[in-house]
């Protein structure tokens, strides 16, 4: 068992000021097998009432509306979680499985995602999850680690042209493909110790469990990962979504934190 | 039929039916054109006895469709004991995840369902398509039949006919039946839709508010309705006539202008009803037409009452192993497509199309049906003062409230054109009001 505490807090300027904004933030730990939120604090600015959700995903999130003029916006979330157990697993339930064999969103193969599945070799793996782990080496060392060489809406096939990318690349590449080999697999959201943003990997069907893989880093989930939501690929999880009143162009300043509390 | 002391009176009803706004606006090479909708008077009859037996295959049906949605969203327990095979869920434009797990009020998904048959020259009606998310046409017989009534009243006199006025009270009742608390309100893109004429006949009818999205606000995990005088009231049902992507723009396509934001997370919370429930469009698609009598057997343990046009899925072998058999002898459709779009025979394509319309077919078995061209009968319309022959269909409606109600009447659409089966408003055809006799 593991105590992390986290911090993640978001700032995005206006150069014209927001008349005003709509405003949903998915960036509260999961609950579920393997980890337990113990506390958590969450303030927005401008100060405003917001409504706490979940989506369909049973990702939690706050929504609300700011009505005044602002040219900041901010949130700051801090809190503790309890990791119950080192690595991922949770059952899968059966009515929710299907939706993640199918291409989705920014996880469409095309045709040289294809040719590159084509030079992979399984014929070793004796298991899903030996698919999984071959796969996951195979991407880590094919594909380079570059920051802000992709944008959020770059798909995998996109990336994979490119040869260089991020955690969010990593697992659209990643989820795309083991899709295509019929296994079914999530996008996953989350914090990591270590990181200074927002972390991404992926989860995938392993004998009725979804287990964490981190393509990124060419690991299984540990200690140090916080889920906080999960979808069919990036944008069904994003952290913040907004929708506002003017604006000019903005800026953002995003920073986390995870540590180790024994 | 042709006696019909009304039939002098078409023209002056096709003016006041284009003084009213009766008009059908279309899309087409990118610019928006209004078109009258013709109105032919010469009513579809539907005896008294053969539309009971309608009806009650109507309510079969959509009560089916919507335990299929329910349980879609849900358990799926059709998917897990083999009916449906989950390619036609998952891959379907019409399937939303957002909608998993979210259960409107009272367990309705399609409280307004739009149900289109034809009559076969074997005298036996075959359901064409279900419509579940937002169907269109019932104000245009309403209109109608309150227009003809005004300029024949002998005809009406004469006739006994079930009165087709009462469209406003089933809405009324579908739309209280499910009101979370506050005010009902018709909510519409605007007066640049295809159907405004509708949303605002069927506002004034129904008592209900015509609101378009910036009058309409989330506060607090509820939907409130600005007045006039900046007032906020309480919305409990929406009775939205937007599509499903429009509807939320911080939920769906957030460059939806015409939405209002959160109204989905409202929802979620049980708060408002929306009529109908959004993701409806994993129930209506073309591929999910073949299974519908399946699932009528499957919830309800009954035989269906009314037939499907018989179809196959080239997405199944021995399917995909009679189309190409009998390739000219059927119709084909492209699933994702709606409008009469998208709609191909076999019959009237050259040696090249089939070659590739064959090898697209192969390539995305999922993607297409295929059907036997049903030969439906012809309804006669007037054309320059004489009676000619035309294809006809009838979208009936079905109404979910505490139980089923269907409409007694029906819009009755036809083709123009003499050589052909496609009779949707967006492809130039014309409609007819549907008397359905009272004894």
């Known amino acids: ?262 | 039929m042709k006696q019909l002391e009304l039939l002098q009176h078409t023209d002056n009803v096709n003016e006041l039916l284009a003084r009213y706004g009766v008009k059908f606006g279309i899309y087409k090479d990118n610019t928006f054109k209004e078109q009258l909708f013709p109105f032919d008077s010469i009513p579809r009859i539907i005896e008294n006895e053969e539309f009971d037996y309608l009806e009650k295959g109507l309510k079969q049906r959509v009560i089916a469709l919507n335990l299929f949605l329910k349980d879609i969203y849900s358990k799926k327990r059709i998917v897990k004991d083999g009916i449906v095979p989950e390619d036609f869920i998952y891959v379907s434009g019409g399937y939303m995840a957002e909608c998993e797990g979210v259960m409107p009020a009272k367990g309705i998904y399609s409280h307004i369902s739009g149900i289109d048959l034809v009559k076969g020259k074997d005298g036996i009606w075959y359901i064409l398509e279900d419509n579940l998310r937002v169907p269109s046409g019932a104000s245009y017989p309403m209109i109608a039949r309150e227009l003809c009534r005004r300029s024949s009243p002998e005809t009406f006199q004469a006739a006994h006919l079930e009165d087709n006025r009462n469209y406003a009270n089933l809405l009324r009742r579908a739309m209280d039946y499910v009101n979370m608390g506050g005010h009902t309100v018709i909510l519409t893109p605007g007066r640049y839709n295809a159907a405004y004429f509708e949303h605002s006949y069927l506002a004034e009818k129904t008592g209900a508010h015509l609101v378009n999205g910036s009058e309409l606000i989330v506060e607090e995990e509820k939907l409130f309705y600005i007045t006039a005088d900046g007032k906020r009231e309480r919305v409990g049902a929406v009775y939205r006539r937007i599509s499903d992507e429009y509807l939320d723009p911080m939920n769906f396509n957030p460059d939806s202008l015409i939405g209002i934001p959160h109204i989905f997370d409202v929802f979620r919370k049980g708060n408002v009803a929306l009529l109908n429930a959004p993701g409806n469009g994993v129930a209506d698609d073309k591929g999910i037409y073949y299974f519908v009598p399946k699932m009528i057997r499957y919830y309800l343990n009954e035989d269906p009452i009314l037939n499907n046009a018989p179809t196959y899925l080239p997405f199944y072998e021995a399917d995909m192993k009679y189309v190409l058999e009998n390739f000219d002898n059927l119709v084909l459709k492209d699933v994702a497509e709606a409008g009469g779009y998208g709609v191909a025979f076999g019959s009237s394509m050259t040696k090249k199309q089939k070659a590739d319309f064959i090898e697209l077919l192969k390539k995305e078995p999922r993607r297409f049906i295929a059907q036997e061209v049903i030969d439906f009968q012809d309804l006669d319309i007037m054309e320059e003062g004489r009676a000619v022959p035309r294809k006809a269909d009838l979208r009936a409606f079905v109404l979910m409230a505490d139980e089923p109600l269907v409409w007694k009447s029906g819009l009755t659409r036809f083709s123009r054109n003499p050589d052909s089966f496609i009779v949707n408003s967006s492809q130039g055809g014309g409609f007819k009001d549907t008397w359905v006799l009272s004894r």
Not at chain 1, 188 to 217: M, Q, Y
């Open chain 1, 1 to 262: 068992m593991e105590r992390l505490h986290f911090e993640y807090h978001m700032e995005i300027f206006y150069t014209v000021p927001v008349s005003q904004c709509y405003f949903t933030i998915k960036c509260i730990p999961k609950e579920d097998a393997r980890q337990h939120l113990l506390s958590m604090d969450i303030s927005v600015l401008p100060e405003t009432a917001f409504s706490y959700g979940e989506d369909s995903y049973c990702n939690r999130q706050i929504f609300g509306h700011v009505k005044e003029t602002h040219d900041k916006f901010l949130y700051h979330i801090t809190g503790d979680v309890e990791i119950l157990q080192t690595d991922y697993e949770e059952e899968a339930k059966e009515e929710r499985i299907g939706m993640y064999r199918f291409p989705f969103g920014k996880c469409l193969p095309g045709r040289k995602l294809l040719a590159y599945y084509n030079t992979l070799d399984f014929s070793e793996c004796k298991s899903e999850y030996d698919k999984c782990i071959r796969l996951m080496h195979r991407l880590h060392q094919d594909f380079r680690y570059v920051p802000n060489a992709t944008q959020i809406e770059t798909t995998a096939e996109e990336a994979w042209n490119m040869g260089k990318g991020v955690c969010q690349d990593y697992a659209h590449i990643y989820i795309t493909l083991l899709r295509y080999m019929g296994i079914p697999a999530r996008y996953v959201c989350g914090l990591l110790t270590g990181e200074g943003k927002s972390h991404a990997w992926a989860e995938a069907l392993c004998n009725g469990r979804w287990i964490g893989f981190d393509p990124t880093n060419d690991c299984l989930i540990s200690n140090g990962h916080i889920k906080l939501g999960d979808g069919r690929d990036a944008s069904e999880c994003a952290i913040n979504r907004g929708l506002i009143w003017g604006g000019g162009t903005q800026m953002q300043e995003i920073s986390a934190a995870v540590l180790q509390n024994q």
